[in-house]
């Protein structure tokens, strides 16, 4: 899945950078790391001092002997450099990315609002309008900013198609139930919910053998959980009867 961050050009987010208290860690006096020895040594053995001529009011560097942006004789390339230069230059207020600690507090919060709604129209057994609230809580999770924690948006993206997961799995539209939860163990493996969502689904379509395996693969990944372990009993008891009917009725 990629969820590639396409906002139009010259859109801004609705998010657009207030995040929050500045951490107090986060003072402008950066802390670099210290460089890795093998890499250095690799910069430095690369490293050739070249000529340049500096024209400082068109935020450009050239070759010296040519005079060019890009030489084919000198063998160097300031096309985009120059391009980098200009686009700072004449942007003084270009929003740089944050530090990847920090977490958009406006996105999170139509996210969990969003959520929320889906959860009450969930409860009230209002499936479809769950699923498309569920719907448009992943959409908004997806636009997360690349620079912020990948963890936090897989979390807060298998939450949400977990729950839609669900919605489907109600209104018995087992396919659909059956994609989300694939879609979440492939966000968060380790997560037991998934591969419960998974097994839900599979039962559904009457594929017990399946399901099984489904909720085997989970408890290997969370042997102590209860819900996975009371359905796998579940399910086990199912597949002794010889439930396998619902998939012949389908
Ligand atoms: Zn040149």
Not at 123 to 140: C, D, E, F, L, N
Request: net charge negative; aromatic share 6%; hydrophobic share 35%.
């Amino acid at each position: 899945m990629s969820h590639s961050h396409t906002h139009a050009p010259g859109e801004s987010h609705s998010h657009s950078h207030s995040h929050g208290p500045p951490q107090p860690q986060a003072q402008p006096q950066m802390m670099l790391p210290t460089p890795d020895p093998a890499s250095q040594a690799i910069i430095e053995a690369d490293f050739r001092p070249v000529s340049l001529i500096v024209a400082p009011e068109a935020y450009a560097v050239f070759c010296q002997d040519h005079k060019s942006e890009k030489c084919e004789i000198c063998d160097q390339d300031y096309v985009g450099l120059n391009r980098l230069a200009k686009i700072l230059a004449t942007n003084p207020a270009i929003a740089a990315p944050p530090p990847p600690n920090v977490v958009s507090r406006n996105l999170s919060q139509a996210v969990n609002h969003t959520k929320e709604e889906g959860n009450t129209l969930y409860k009230q057994k209002k499936h479809p309008m769950a699923i498309a609230r569920y719907t448009m809580a992943a959409s908004i999770a997806v636009q997360r900013p690349p620079w912020e924690t990948n963890q936090f948006m897989r979390e807060e993206l298998s939450t949400i198609i977990s729950n839609r997961s669900a919605a489907y799995a109600e209104s018995q539209d087992y396919i659909s139930a059956l994609a989300d939860a694939e879609t979440v163990i492939a966000v968060r493996r380790n997560w037991s919910k998934g591969h419960f969502r998974k097994a839900k689904a599979l039962v559904g379509l009457g594929e017990l053998q399946e399901a099984k395996e489904a909720l085997q693969l989970g408890l290997a990944y969370e042997p102590t959980n209860a819900e996975l372990s009371a359905f796998s009993a579940e399910v086990e008891k199912m597949i002794q009867n010889g439930d396998e009917k619902v998939k012949d009725e389908a």
